[in-house]
């Protein structure tokens, strides 16, 4: 999420200003009208709105007002809710989903709709669910094959993901040159997501702890720092305000590790180098679920209405179709029968069912309340202190303070 506005600001967008239709009230009418606020981008918004018309051509008669919200989108929906001109449904990430839970209904969700049961499992909070999923975005990696090909390395399996030892050896063989025509063997090393790689985590299960500090977590740290220092990947001063899809697309990345479903539209564009998708080393990065929470003050006709739009939203064909536009992608579909959708985007050499792996065996973290507030000061003396940024103490020194830090603001 982007800095947010302050809050008178944020109280007149609330109100009516921001961009997209205001929401419709709570109060029951007697009619079948609902509204829906989202974020995103404007293929991600044409993806919501598909689902929110075909919910309306499938069911005659009702009506869904849709509430696009653009920017400091969470701020904007804790401000309605205080105000109590929430939307009926609100899309909320499994991340989020903590602080959001209080203002949202109690909902049914059934498992075994959906391909794997972390799916459904990222919408509770304190075993309860408080939103329904509708799409999920695990990461995969995209690899330069003209640059295995050109260094002799064998290009990984397509299904079994390297170690994070192969990973590094891999990346050590693929990296050459000096300057501005350094290729190097993986782009920027996302530490959050590694550590999920290396079987780690951010936070303890119950969200009791910050568990970063622990042995996983600073040898994690140290493996990305090694790689950094070897000059296999880029650190982030050398990628500053650059977009790293441009440099695997100038050929100056071997291997891209950060790779959405939102990265499709980019890399579709992209025909040299010649590109495929392979799964993540070790244990893969966090997967995020999205999910459609009901506003708890709905009542009568519209929440009667809304259990349907979120249902039809996560588990129908004609809805999770809808994730897919074109070449892009707002998320990978949750349920069986839209898999075949992504995975016909490109053609099949660049192996876009590297995603149905990823979701199967996705992790998802805890939520927690308030945590981009929590892990962003985490990350911020991350990279402040250590050379995971740009500081120079010893990650094994540091890592542990900041975890005890963590856990505190944890605990208030």
């Not at 029951?28 to 993806?47: C, L, P, V, Y």
């Not at 390297?162 to 040159?177: N, P, Q, R, V, Y």
């Not at 790779?259 to 993540?280: E, Q």
Request: charge should be neutral; aromatic fraction near 8%; hydrophobic fraction near 40%.
């Amino acid at each position: 999420m982007k800095k947010l506005l302050p809050t008178a600001i944020a109280i007149l967008l609330a109100a009516g200003c921001a961009t997209g239709n205001a929401p419709a009230s709570n109060k029951d009418t007697g009619n079948a009208e609902i509204s829906f606020s989202f974020w995103g981008t404007n293929s991600e918004a044409a993806s919501l709105k598909a689902i929110a018309a075909a919910f309306e051509k499938a069911n005659p008669g009702t009506k869904v007002t849709t509430n696009w919200i653009q920017s400091d989108y969470e701020q904007k929906l804790q401000t309605s809710i205080a105000a109590g001109t929430q939307s009926t449904v609100m899309e909320i990430s499994n991340t989020s989903l903590a602080g959001f839970a209080p203002s949202f209904a109690e909902q049914t969700v059934d498992p075994g709709k959906y391909v794997q049961p972390n799916i459904s499992s990222a919408m509770q909070y304190q075993d309860k669910y408080y939103a329904m999923p509708f799409a999920a975005k695990p990461k995969v990696m995209a690899i330069n094959t003209d640059a295995f090909k050109a260094a002799g390395v064998p290009l990984p399996s397509a299904t079994t993901p390297l170690s994070l030892d192969e990973f590094k050896t891999i990346a050590a063989k693929l990296s050459h040159g000096d300057g501005k025509a350094r290729v190097y063997g993986s782009s920027n090393l996302w530490y959050r997501g590694w550590l999920t790689a290396a079987g780690g985590s951010y936070y303890n299960d119950d969200a009791t702890e910050c568990t970063f500090g622990d042995g996983t977590g600073v040898q994690t740290a140290q493996y990305v720092v090694d790689m950094q220092k070897n000059r296999y990947a880029p650190t982030s001063t050398d990628i500053q305000g650059q977009d790293q899809a441009q440099w695997f697309a100038a050929g100056r990345l071997a291997t891209f590790s950060d790779f959405g479903p939102w990265t499709v539209a980019d890399f579709a564009k992209i025909s040299k180098p010649n590109w495929t998708l392979v799964p993540v080393p070790g244990k893969g990065f966090p997967m995020e679920v999205d999910g459609l929470g009901i506003a708890k003050n709905a009542s009568g006709k519209q929440l009667e209405t809304a259990k349907k739009f979120v249902e039809f939203a996560s588990t129908q064909q004609v809805a999770q179709d809808q994730l897919i536009q074109g070449n892009t992608a707002l998320g990978v579909p949750i349920i069986a029968a839209s898999t075949p959708t992504l995975e016909k985007v490109l053609p099949a050499e660049r192996n876009l069912a590297a995603f149905t792996t990823a979701l199967k065996s996705g992790i998802v973290g805890v939520s927690v309340a308030k945590e981009a507030q929590i892990s962003g000061d985490a990350d911020k003396g991350m990279t402040s202190y250590t050379a995971l940024g740009t500081g120079k103490d010893d990650v094994a020194k540091i890592l542990p303070q900041l975890a005890g830090k963590c856990t505190q603001a944890l605990k208030k």
